[in-house]
Each structure stands twice: as C-alpha cells, then as structure tokens.
C-alpha cells in the first residue's frame, strides 16, 4: 500500500464513525453486563436480608418447632360449639396451604407439622369473635359467639423429660375414644385427659392406639402449656404456679362478622379482609404477616 494510499484511509470518516461506533456498542454492552451483575448481587443481598429477617421475626426458643392448636368454645351452646370447629377447620386448611400437616389429636385439638409452624402461629392465641345469622336459631336471629384459640409447640421428647411435673400434681383420666383407630379403640379405654391440678389446666389425646401412647402424648401437651406459663410468668420453678390459672376470655384478638356485612378485622394490628369466606378456608396470610412485625 503506497503512502499516499494510507493518508487517504485514515482521512476517509467512515473509518472513525465505525470505530466510534464499536466503542459504543462495546460501552452499551459493559453498561449491561454491569447491570445484570447488579441485580444478581441485589437478589443475593435481598435473599440474606430475607434470611436475616426470618431469623429475627423466628428467634423464639420454640419457633421452629411443630403446634398444637386447641379451640375452646364459650358461653353459648350450639353456636360456640360449632365456632369452635370452624376455627379448627380453618387452621388444618391454613397449614394445607402452608405444605405442613394436620392431624386430630382430640376433640377440640389438632397437630400441625411443619417447621416453624408455631413461630407462625403463636400470636393466633386469644379470643376470636364470631357474627352471624346462627343457623340453630329458629327465627334467624344475629348471634354473637366466642372461642378461646390457644398455640402450643411441640416440644421435642428431651425436653419434656427434662420438665418434671411432680406426680402427685398431676390426675388422670381414662376413657373410650370416640374417634376412628382400628377395632380396640371403641372398646377399652385408650383415652386419656391429664389435669394439672395447682393450675387446673388440662391435656387429652386419643388419636393412639394405646392407652400409653395417648398418655403420653397428653403429657408432652400440659407440658406445653405449663412451659409457656412459665415463660409468661418469669417463672424459674414449677411451684411458683401455684395459683389457680384459668384461661381468660378478656376482649377479642379477632371479629369475624358474616352479617348484616362481612368483614374480618384484627384488633391488635388493625388488618382488615372483606373476603371473610377466603378467611375462615385457611387463608391467614394478612393477618400472620403482620401479627410477626408486632
């Protein structure tokens, strides 16, 4: 190539526009590289801020742990009763949703499986307020009935063994299911209701097919129960709770109105669903969601 010939290529400006060019598409692909490494690193950074703040709103000894979830009914018959069942339906099909699993323990009392079950469930303990048409009034009056919601964990077998419950603190009852668990179950006396006396609270099972397998689930249940008590009570020895304790009604937790409107509303964190019928199937994640950031 002649001298002359290069002087002529290097001032022809089609060269420099297609350099300039190059560099800005080079430049344009850096900028996107960049922010693709950017967002990686804020979905890494979001994923441990996530994981820091679950191991804050789950920093309760017990919170990774199973439930136990009771309801008892108050004052009111029919009405409270069946209230008391909704809300055990509601819960099994809110732990369905979950992935974990439910199963009866007795009459008025379900088992949830499931990590952290009762880290999300705990707060759900309390007075639950029903409205409605009752469909047990003949003339289709409005009713008001009310449930007491109560959360336990399940604690792990070392730790009930450590609990020492004196037993001449404790009575026993026996008695026959009246739930399915094969041809024996009906026949003898495989159920089993422990009462803690100085407390007066009070454990059952009869979902197993012994009378010691019953019983001793019962135990692990008031175990619960008293090991709660005592954290609520800054207790360092059992035989601080010598007090009678009966569970306290006191105001609602939670209203669920079906009539003359329906609405959900939560007291304490001021949540509020319209989809009440969404709520009573198992669909808790509103009022859960805010009751962990209380």
Request: proline share 4%; no cysteine; hydrophobic share 40%.
């Amino acid at each position: 190539m002649k001298l002359r010939d290069l002087e002529f290529e290097i001032s022809d400006p089609d060269i420099w526009k297609n350099n300039r060019e190059a560099a800005e598409a080079k430049s344009k692909e850096a900028g996107m590289l960049r922010d693709l490494i950017g967002r990686f690193e804020k979905i890494d950074s979001l994923a441990s801020l996530q994981k820091f703040e679950a191991d804050l709103l789950f920093s309760g000894k017990y919170d990774n742990l199973s439930a136990t979830v009771s309801v008892y009914p108050g004052v009111g018959g029919d009405d409270a009763a069946d209230w008391a069942r909704m809300l055990l339906v509601m819960y099994a099909r809110y732990a369905e949703m979950r992935g974990w699993k439910a199963s009866e323990v007795d009459e008025g009392t379900i088992e949830i499986k499931g990590r952290q079950a009762y880290g999300f469930l705990k707060r759900e303990t309390g007075v639950h307020r029903l409205v409605r048409i009752s469909p047990y009034d003949a003339k289709g009056l409005r009713h008001t009935s009310f449930a007491l919601v109560e959360i336990l964990p399940v604690l792990p077998p070392t730790d009930i063994e450590k609990f020492k419950i004196p037993e001449s603190d404790l009575k026993w009852e026996f008695y026959r299911s009246s739930g399915p668990g094969g041809q024996n179950v009906n026949k003898v006396e495989t159920a089993v209701r422990v009462v803690h006396a100085p407390t007066g609270f009070t454990a059952a099972s009869q979902v197993e097919r012994s009378q010691a397998q019953n019983r001793t689930r019962a135990l692990a249940i008031l175990t619960a129960k008293l090991v709660r008590l005592m954290e609520e009570k800054e207790a360092t020895e059992l035989s601080e709770l010598r007090t009678k304790v009966k569970p306290e009604w006191g105001n609602q937790i939670r209203s669920y109105v079906l009539h003359p409107y329906k609405l959900v509303k939560d007291h304490r964190t001021g949540v509020e669903v319209a989809d009440a019928a969404g709520v009573l199937n198992g669909d808790l994640e509103a009022f859960i969601e805010a009751e962990l950031r209380l």
